[in-house]
């Protein structure tokens, strides 16, 4: 386990009977990138360039490596959650220290009052309300149970906000303590679906499918009797089971995720959100979104192209985050298809509206890359995307 991506891969490929030349032309991955990985000289790669190395090999990615550089994020972005970092894991206070201590129900409302903050990817204002926020529901907490679960509430929007923009240490500690203190089964599939999606994020592949499938089996409802509850939480960890087993190049298995997936969504029959609860919104539409996610994955735009044609165009809020990863997929198959222009427009799209989101997308970043990487001369929109998302041109 402790040998380098570039000796796992140099195995493989002289098992598989292949040059580096002639892997490099069935991957499409370049002959400098395989030959600088086998010799040392780069000992990592994007988690995207070793799935489809991995699959030219026919071989899960895990088996060529255990981590990827799937990085983190940005000492500006650290700096400017700082605060909410520090208030995560602060000691909670004693009320009789407190000038106007806080109440369960005023925290309880606070926090549902800043749920639309998180939804619409309002991050400037987040980081401004969210400390004094996590420090009220710490200390509310420890005087009553109805407090330690506003507090669980909470603690499951801030691992995914910290998910979202990649702090990916912070993010585990908030969902590490909102699992040990969620109510019921339900609840604890959520959170547990948000820290698949943490994994996956960190290119954590072979964990994200053991903690999705555990949970999945652990909440699996009997489905002529189901509440929508139930359906919406066993059908996400199925969508996470899917993304982690697509991306470890094991396509039965996640087709038979989605297929599940789906037959818990046909049976609720509609996008539905428990409690009106953004992160848990499941349903038929959210099922294709992912379907499309994995013919990307698997290199297949023309198939992305033609379903996000049936896709309804009002189905989901413009912030909505399953929305905009869908349209990063289109861009992308743009791309594949040399429709540069059309790939622009869509990312243009997205910008509009989700500013504050689009600039945590490496994806994002890496598809501008690769139009501005074919085109002798750069647009002003081009540039200016270029610029939202910190990419040098």
Not at 117 to 136: G, H, I, M, N, W
Not at 237 to 251: F, K, Q, T, V
Not at 372 to 388: F, K, W
Request: hydrophobic fraction near 40%; include cysteine.
């Amino acid at each position: 386990m402790s040998a380098t991506l570039g000796e796992r891969l140099r195995e493989v490929r002289k098992r598989r009977g292949l040059t580096q030349r002639e892997l490099a032309r069935e991957s499409g991955i370049s002959l400098s990138l395989i030959r600088k990985l086998e010799q040392g000289e780069r000992r990592d790669a994007r988690l995207e360039t070793v799935r489809r190395l991995a699959a030219t090999l026919r071989v899960p990615t895990m088996r060529l490596v255990t981590s990827t550089s799937e990085d983190g994020a940005s000492a500006s972005t650290l700096d400017r959650w700082a605060g909410v970092r520090e208030a995560l894991t602060a000691p909670a206070r004693e009320i009789d220290e407190l000038p106007e201590p806080p109440t369960v129900a005023g925290v309880a409302a606070a926090t549902e009052a800043a749920v639309p903050l998180f939804s619409s990817d309002r991050f400037a204002e987040l980081q401004a309300v969210l400390p004094t926020l996590l420090r009220d529901a710490g200390t509310v907490a420890r005087i009553d149970p109805a407090g330690r679960q506003v507090r669980v509430r909470l603690l499951q929007l801030t691992g995914w906000l910290l998910t979202q923009t990649r702090q990916f240490e912070a993010a585990q500690w908030s969902l590490d303590a909102a699992l040990e203190g969620a109510a019921d089964r339900v609840q604890g599939a959520a959170t547990a679906s948000t820290m698949c999606w943490l994994l996956l994020r960190q290119g954590r592949l072979g964990q994200a499918r053991e903690l999705a499938t555990r949970w999945a089996d652990d909440v699996e409802p009997r489905m002529s009797r189901a509440t929508p509850d139930e359906l919406a939480a066993w059908g996400w960890l199925l969508l996470r089971l899917s993304a982690a087993a697509i991306r470890d190049n094991r396509e039965d298995e996640a087709e038979d995720s989605l297929r599940l997936a789906h037959a818990a969504a046909v049976s609720i029959g509609r996008e539905f959100a428990p409690e009106g609860d953004f992160l848990r919104a499941f349903g038929p539409v959210t099922v294709t979104l992912k379907r499309t996610e994995n013919a990307m994955i698997l290199d297949r735009p023309d198939v992305v192209l033609h379903i996000a044609e049936k896709i309804p165009a009002g189905g989901f809020r413009p912030t909505s985050n399953n929305r905009n990863r869908h349209l990063l997929d289109v861009a992308e198959a743009y791309t594949r298809t040399r429709q540069y222009g059309n790939a622009v427009d869509t990312l243009t799209g997205i910008r509009a509206a989700a500013p504050e989101w689009l600039p945590h997308q490496r994806y994002a970043r890496d598809i501008l890359g690769r139009v501005v990487a074919r085109r002798r001369t750069l647009t002003p929109e081009m540039r200016s995307l270029a610029d939202t998302m910190g990419l040098p041109v």
